[in-house]
């Protein structure tokens, strides 16, 4: 009796075990591999290929750093014996889910601490706020604590000056190399600034570089993982190909901002606002990831630098990294479309609409109202915590009237406006999966409620989406100008009574989410660099 007990106790934990694993290995499938590399990687010289190799090694070493950061420990992944959590472990960096809200998925690990390694995992906000000195809110320090128990600051180049020292001699190296004089430039005071953590310089030295076929982003640049303050940066590194052609076809379009802006469908007076045009939209070939921008969700542009001081003094540059984009469309979006359109209008999904659509959501960012017509200050100071999220939700939009306008002036070549919108609406329900946690996830599903209420799209007999493109231009003008009229009245209580009321997912959609997953399209991809 003894035994059987024992024995049916056993399974329990065996079947507990392997449910385990099955889920973890579930969550890996949520991520398609993607190999990386590029027919760009051809047509380069032997010496960009000695610099490529170099900017590949310090990016090894971001991802070391990245891991310390984040989590603490570079070899965890190491430390593991399950497959499938070794999987989960290298693309979240951690035993936290970053699709997840950060759920722990390694048995024995409680919540992530919000600081990460960014301080110390004990530290509560009114410690941090408490504590005096005024390096504490500087992106490029760490929090520590001394043999006392007291805080204390230590700079990056400090705390991590091992790891740094190895970076700062592959990229002294290329820089040696290297035939262009803007990449030179670049390499040697991103050194300097990784040996200072002062990246102004080397900033003004990466939006001077223009002609360059092979460019690198890497160092602390985002500050989005540490959910205590958001005020710590993260390592990170891109490596990426110059399109020549596609960037050339972009060029255009960056001088049309000024006319683009007049055609906004709102009130006069919130579009005086003249964008500048000397901000810089280039499309790539993204060949590496690594450290924060490889964890968990991947980007599919970049925008940068954050510092406003380079802002002001020379814009920015927008990064659309053209192959990533590509392979999310493939491996998710089309899937998602052919999951929920109906048969007839499935021909409307294009990966060229995505491609236009992901660009003018950037380009938008830097269009409509920058300062409200009522003497509430900057759109940004009088939105407050509902900025992001509208912002978003403009970019998006706005992005996809500029297509359909662009489209209709013969400016974009190859695609419908059915095509954008399409592939518009297909890349909302991709998005709106993220989950509510986000900015970016609480736009899309402001966006996807208006066009649904407005009527831009139905179900048919068979429960598949019908889009009716008439309805959907006017849905689209009529998104945009509640948007921007509420930006430029800087309308801070209708923008929190209504995201509350519309950032939401029906119980239809929830449906349609629930489909999506069991049919197993990927949420997101991961990369097997094979160059
Ligand atoms: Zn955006």
């Given at each position: 009796m003894k035994k059987a007990l024992f024995l049916i106790a056993m399974g329990a934990i065996l079947t507990g075990c392997q449910e385990q694993r099955a889920d973890i290995q579930k969550k890996v499938d949520e991520y398609a591999v993607v190999k990386v590399s590029s027919p760009l990687m051809d047509k380069l010289s032997d010496k960009d290929k000695q610099v490529l190799n170099l900017f590949r090694q310090a990016g090894q070493i971001i991802d070391e750093l990245f891991w310390e950061q984040t989590f603490?420990?570079?070899?965890?992944?190491?430390?593991?014996?399950?497959g499938a959590e070794k999987m989960y472990a290298g693309i979240n960096y951690g035993p936290w889910d970053r699709l997840d809200d950060n759920r722990p998925f390694i048995e024995g690990f409680g919540e992530k601490p919000l600081g990460a390694n960014y301080y110390p995992a004990d530290i509560t906000a009114e410690e941090f706020a408490a504590f005096s000195d005024p390096d504490k809110n500087s992106p490029y320090t760490v929090l520590r604590r001394d043999e006392e128990g007291n805080l204390k600051c230590i700079w990056y180049r400090d705390e991590y000056k091992d790891k740094l020292d190895r970076i700062c001699l592959y990229l002294e190296e290329a820089a040696a190399i290297t035939d262009n004089e803007g990449l030179r430039n670049y390499l040697l005071k991103r050194v300097e600034a990784f040996r200072t953590d002062d990246y102004f310089e080397s900033d003004l030295a990466w939006m001077d570089m223009k002609d360059s076929k092979i460019d690198i982003v890497i160092g602390p640049v985002e500050s989005y993982d540490d959910k205590l303050n958001e005020l710590k940066t993260s390592y990170e590194c891109f490596i990426l190909l110059k399109d020549e052609e596609r960037s050339a076809e972009l060029a255009k379009y960056v001088s049309m901002l000024p006319d683009l802006q007049k055609m906004l469908?709102?009130?006069?007076?919130?579009?005086?606002f003249v964008p500048g045009t000397s901000s810089d939209l280039n499309v790539y070939d993204a060949i590496y990831y690594s450290g924060d921008c490889n964890a968990g969700s991947k980007t599919i542009a970049i925008n940068l630098p954050n510092d406003d001081r380079v802002h002001a003094l020379k814009g920015t540059r927008r990064l659309q990294l053209h192959n990533s984009m590509m392979d999310k469309f493939g491996k998710i979006l089309l899937p998602i479309g052919r999951a929920l359109i109906e048969d007839e209008q499935q021909k409307h999904l294009r990966s060229e609409a995505f491609f236009w659509n992901v660009t003018f959501h950037e380009v938008a960012h830097g269009l409509g109202v920058k300062q409200t017509v009522n003497g509430l200050g900057s759109v940004d100071e009088a939105m407050g915590d509902e900025k992001t999220t509208w912002e978003e939700a403009k970019a998006d939009i706005l992005g996809l009237f500029m297509v359909c306008e662009l489209i209709d002036m013969e400016e974009i070549p190859l695609i419908s406006k059915e095509d954008a919108i399409t592939t518009y609406i297909a890349g909302l329900v991709r998005s709106v999966r993220?989950?509510?946690?986000s900015s970016h996830g609480k736009a899309n599903m402001m966006c996807y409620n208006f066009m649904r209420e407005y009527g831009a799209f139905t179900r048919n007999r068979d429960g598949f989406y019908h889009i009716d493109y008439d309805k959907a231009l006017e849905a689209i003008d009529a998104w945009a100008d509640l948007i921007l009229t509420t930006q430029a009245t800087g309308n801070y209580m209708f923008a929190k009574e209504y995201s509350a009321n519309h950032a939401k997912v029906s119980e239809a959609l929830s449906a349609d989410i629930a489909h999506i997953n069991n049919l197993g399209i990927p949420r997101d991809i991961t990369f097997e660099f094979v160059w």
């Open positions: 603490g420990n570079p070899d965890f992944t190491s430390s593991l014996k399950d469908p709102c009130k006069p007076e919130y579009k005086t993220f989950g509510s946690a």
